[in-house]
């Protein structure tokens, strides 16, 4: 069953701290993106990737910043957490192909206090 | 700029009855639209799609229905059951898009009630 996992399902970090939210995905699948969730206002996009090192901005990528060293591996960093970014925040990964559709993650809630 | 526009935040169906689901969007280069479920403290699933060269497709009691003219789809679901009741989104995709990214909607809460 393919997967793509994220390596918290709830976390609580404090305003300030560098945050480091990590996602692994087990089908060889070049886009990884980020994306966040928050009532009223769906799911946005924060960053995505098509390729090893390779990234590009979403719709929202300020006070983020992603890393993808290896094809597998799309980590999102709050370099300096706010409380603003208290939300639900989903990985997903695809193809190329574009009429293939996205495997999500389960996500992770980030509560910032 | 709300591209993909899902302007009913919830809907509530008795079991057994249809729930439609609405979805608009703008961009007329959008190509390919995707439904997807989401259930509380899980990962959205997909659902179901329609390539724009079609106005319908089904799948067992979903089908998804375009309307490129009024830049508008719905997702059917008959009959509904209790097992329905999640948080759907519609996504749509742009035919320049290579790196298959999807714009989604602000997401309909379906409630069925038993």
């Known amino acids: 069953d393919v997967k793509v996992t994220q390596s918290s399902r709830y976390l609580v970090k404090r305003t300030g701290e560098k945050v480091f939210l990590e996602c692994v995905q087990d089908?060889?699948?070049?886009?990884m993106f980020w994306y966040r969730q928050d009532p009223g206002l769906g799911l946005r996009l924060i960053y995505f990737?098509?390729?090893?090192?390779?990234?590009e901005k979403g719709d929202i990528p300020e006070g983020y910043s992603v890393s993808r060293e290896k094809k597998e591996r799309f980590s999102l960093i709050l370099e300096s957490a706010s409380t603003n970014q208290t939300s639900m925040y989903l990985c997903a990964s695809s193809l190329p192909d574009r009429n293939y559709g996205y495997t999500f993650g389960s996500g992770t809630r980030l509560t910032v206090v | 700029d709300q591209q993909v526009k899902q302007n009913s935040p919830s809907l509530s169906v008795q079991e057994g009855r249809i729930s439609i689901l609405n979805c608009d969007y703008t961009n007329s280069m959008f190509d390919y639209f995707l439904w997807y479920k989401k259930y509380p403290a899980e990962g959205p699933t997909f659902l179901i799609s329609i390539s724009s060269i079609k106005d319908k497709n089904e799948d067992g009691r979903f089908t998804v229905f375009l309307n490129k003219s009024a830049k508008h789809l719905s997702l059917h679901i008959v009959p509904s059951q209790p097992g329905d009741s999640a948080v759907y989104f519609c996504?749509?995709?742009?035919?320049?898009?290579?790196?298959?990214?999807?714009?989604f909607g602000q997401g309909t809460t379906l409630q069925v009630k038993p």
């Open positions: 089908m060889d699948h070049e886009n």
């Open positions: 996504a749509a995709r742009r035919y320049s898009s290579n790196t298959g990214k999807l714009i």
């Open positions: 990737s098509y390729d090893v090192k390779m990234k």
